[in-house]
């Protein structure tokens, strides 16, 4: 017989970890599985692991909400967030509930049975490495009553790598961080890392620490802030007040820090800019070219800002251990990169930290009664709902802030939701698009490349709530826990 459960998850990383938790608490009478296509839990936070990688926001909000982050890092390496996830998942008896090495290749909404059908393709025992699209498994089909996509946005099998001239001339290695070798020894080598984003700018101080000499090169610079390794207020509360009420403290602190800044950073731009480059110059030798290298020509949050705990890039710099370059590539030659300004770059190791690949839904293939969904074709309810497809949900946190943030407030909206379509009897909930949506944007509003990219592949979203993604956790608290008019969305009855 077809296997049915209530709730299928699809990703076991931070977002699939927490809403599996939070489904387990708020209603343990359901039957839920998380579907996971790796052979690990922990999602980005297994699958990355250059030298370095570290969160991109602190560990106060991208820890759960429920789970306080036991850590004293304000920042935290991967490894320590991995480790957190697995024991989340453990604690909260989600572990159980796990399926490795299972990815959902194709989901089928069946209006008269009201329940998905998911075809799900198990990976070969003896495949290593990143699932690739084409490959090959056993087959099942399972049924549930609602879907809830915590696949993220990108690709994991591939990194973006734009087409350089030469590339493959390159005596020395050339690696991908999203796939970085385990047994590559930098002590002693000239890295050149191509690229400016979160990846180069914590890959470098690590490469430096083991020993090698790198080098950040950059097409166009990106903005760069220092910030404490660990958060004084938290040092400060530590033993002097009880645990919970200290971390809630800390990690109120933290939301309103990160929505000021961002209004801030939006209404007062060229301030912003002054702010960012003045802390840059403190940190920097005197004679740095600051401007050139850490002056973008975009507005502060047009791009995510990225952050170095304890400045540990400027220190690097400043040590002569590292060093910035600004300028396009001509070409790769054998020993290094030809620069477009006439200059060159020796090289021991090439790093093309050139970002992502946008993958939607983790690649599965949607479709109502036989109707193929495009999900860049949709537009977004509150941020997490497809229009014109009954009971899915799915999450994609803030560009901003820490992404958790708003993956709990979705799997909690689900669990409301869920509840709500029980208490009213009808087991069927679509959000309708709105009839005067006006222009539509995507769901994610940074002007990154990996964005500008793929965003023909996100969903849409609009100029008014609830299609639209404030970016605003503060807003959306007050739009996900007081709207319960469930504005646009239509609970159905089975025929």
Known sequence: MTEHLDVVIVGAGLSGIGAAATLRRRTPDRSVAVLESRDAVGGTWDLFRYPGVRSDSDMYTLGYAARPWPGEKAVADGDDIREYVLAAAAETGVAGLVRLRQRVVAASWRSERALWELTVLHRDPAATGEWRDGEQGTTTTMTCSFLFACTGYYRYDEGYSPDIAGLDTFAGPVVHPQHWPADLDAAGRRFVVIGSGATAVSLIPAL?????????????PTYVAAIPSRDPLA???????PAGLAYRAVRTKHILGAVLLYQYARRRPAAMKAVLRKAAKAKLPASFDVDTHFSPRYDPWDQRLCAVPGGDLFRAISAGDADVVTDRIDRVDERGVRLASGGR??????????????????????????????????IAYKGMMLTGVPNLAYTIGYTNASWTLRADLVANAVVDLLTRMRRRGTPVVVADAPADAGPTAPVIDLAAGYIQRGMHLLPRQSRRSPWRVHQNYLRDLLLFRLDHRGRALRFERTS
């Open 208 to 220: 430096t620490k083991q020993g090698a000499h790198a080098v950040m090169l950059q097409r166009s």
């Open 235 to 241: 040092v400060r509360l530590r033993g002097r007040v």
């Open 345 to 378: 770059l020796d090289a021991d190791v090439l790093v093309t930290a050139t970002g992502l690949n946008v993958l939607v839904l983790g690649g599965m293939r949607v479709d109502v009664d036989g109707r193929a969904i495009d999900p860049g074709a949709t």
